[in-house]
């Protein structure tokens, strides 16, 4: 029995020792998951306060007492609200708190970072509301907020963060991320159309960067891959 034992023991933790390593990608990883209308989806293992690109795109919701802090949310060493917000040295939690970016569904804020705090040179904001009422169908048009502002920015490529996890929300990872890539297709789709008619001159977006956490990136992955193939039908 005692020897049964430790081989139950022994399996047991081979077993878990397997199941973490194929679960977790390396910070740095990326993945072009599918283009779409000529944007590239690209999955990016990285924090927002370091993905070096154009546009920083960031989500928060309506603030509560130190939320991207407390137990529910990811870890600090995981939580890339958390490394923002002391980029930032703690002006993400102070322009939340005394109401100057209050978080309302689809509010935006458009912040430039001070030189050297942040890789991306200009971080855009967007609330997604009430955490308690919080549905996925919101990331749909989260995701043409960002996208219709980064074109109106000028950019060509940005990357974007839900931070549902990093705020402690239990969110479905692959329906958020397909979520946010349909919203992406379709304010592009609409901004070529405005194109065709001479009602607008912006830049192509090229290229997105949907960032994810170690521990999401291959599910991420998933569903950015199945609204591709879903929204390249239409």
Not at 174 to 179: M, P
Request: proline fraction near 3%; hydrophobic fraction near 40%; glycine fraction near 10%.
């Amino acid at each position: 029995m005692k020897i049964l034992s430790k081989l139950y023991i022994t399996v047991g933790l081979l077993f878990t020792t397997l199941s973490f390593s194929q679960t977790t990608t390396a910070i740095g990883t990326s993945k072009n998951w599918g283009t779409v209308d000529g944007i590239s989806m690209v999955g990016l293992v990285q924090g927002p306060s370091t993905a070096d690109t154009q546009l920083q795109v960031a989500c928060v919701f309506e603030y509560t007492e130190g939320d991207i802090f407390n137990a529910q949310a990811l870890p600090a060493k995981l939580n890339g609200l958390v490394h923002l917000d002391e980029a930032l040295k703690g002006e993400l939690t102070n322009i939340r708190k005394t109401g100057q970016f209050q978080g309302h569904s689809l509010e935006t804020i458009l912040i430039t970072p001070p030189a050297g705090s942040m890789s991306a040179k200009k971080l855009l904001l967007i609330g997604l509301g009430n955490r308690n009422k919080f549905t996925p169908d919101l990331m749909n048009s989260v995701g043409e907020v960002a996208a219709r502002e980064a074109m109106r920015l000028g950019v060509t490529n940005f990357a974007f963060a839900s931070d549902l996890k990093d705020a402690g929300i239990d969110s479905p990872t692959a329906l958020i991320a397909g979520n946010v890539v349909r919203g992406i297709v379709h304010a592009n789709r609409s901004e070529n159309y405005l194109k065709e008619h001479k009602l607008s001159t912006t830049k192509k977006l090229e290229k997105v960067y949907l960032l994810a956490g170690p521990a999401f990136f291959e599910t991420a992955g998933g569903g950015i891959a199945d609204a591709i193939s879903e929204v390249q039908k239409k």
